[in-house]
Every structure is written in structure tokens, then in C-alpha cells.
């Protein structure tokens, strides 16, 4: 069973920086998409970044200018640095990979458990 395997959040100030983590628990066939979501506490996950393995990157607008996305394909890993971090960044976010664990296996979505993000003003 494939695992996603979050490591960064924290506790930071405003205006501070955090770097996520996130590795696939074992070797991989192929990944497609990855990326990153959050959820707030009371409201819908959403988007934050997006990643395809072409390295087509998608970000939310309350991001963009503020936070990057970026994989390693030899390690499985997407990374989101985020930099000018407000209040309002707080949430859990969550690592999402769309792949196919081994040869002959479909793709499909896998999750990470989350990690908490908290800015402090």
C-alpha cells in the first residue's frame, strides 16, 4: 500500500517561511499529478498547488507570487515552499499524488494524513 508521507508544517509568524515535504512511502511506477490542498477549520479543502510531470504548475490565487511548487521525480517527493506566510494560510495541508503504484496498475489518488500550518500575527 502506497503511503504519502507529509514533513514541514509548524508554527510561524507572519510575514515567515515553511517548506513542506512530502514522499511517496515506497518506490513507484509512475506518478502524474502532484500537489498540495489545506482545509481550514470550518471550511472546504481546497487547492493550493499543483504539479503534472511535465512540470506544468498550477497555483490558487491567494497563493500565487507567494508560494512554489516543485517535484523530485528520482525521489518521489513534491516540495511547496511558502514564503510572505499571512494568517490566513493557517489550515492542515494535505499532499496529493495522482499515480499508478506499479506496472500494469491504473493511476489513481492518494492522500497524505496532512500536516498543521499555523501563522501567528
Known amino acids: 500500500q502506497v503511503q504519502l508521507v507529509e ?3 509548524g508554527l510561524v509568524q507572519a510575514g515567515g ?3 513542506l515535504s512530502c514522499a511517496a512511502s515506497r518506490s ?3 506518478i502524474n499529478v502532484m500537489g ?3 482545509q481550514a477549520l470550518g471550511k472546504q479543502r481546497e487547492l493550493v498547488a499543483l504539479i503534472s510531470s511535465g512540470d506544468s504548475t498550477r497555483y490558487a490565487d491567494s497563493v500565487k507570487g507567494r508560494f512554489t ?3 523530485d521525480n528520482a525521489k518521489n517527493t513534491v516540495y511547496l515552499e511558502m514564503n510572505s506566510l499571512k494568517p490566513e494560510d ?3 495541508y494535505y499532499c496529493y499524488a495522482i499515480l499508478s503504484a506499479a506496472m500494469g496498475e491504473p493511476y489513481n489518488a492518494y492522500w497524505g494524513r496532512g500536516t ?3 501563522v501567528s500575527s
Open 7 to 9: 514533513s514541514g508544517g
Open 116 to 118: 498543521q500550518v499555523t
Open 90 to 92: 493557517t489550515a492542515v
Open 36 to 38: 498540495w490542498y489545506r
Open 69 to 71: 511548487i516543485s517535484r
Open 17 to 19: 517561511s515553511l517548506r
Open 28 to 30: 513507484i511506477f509512475s
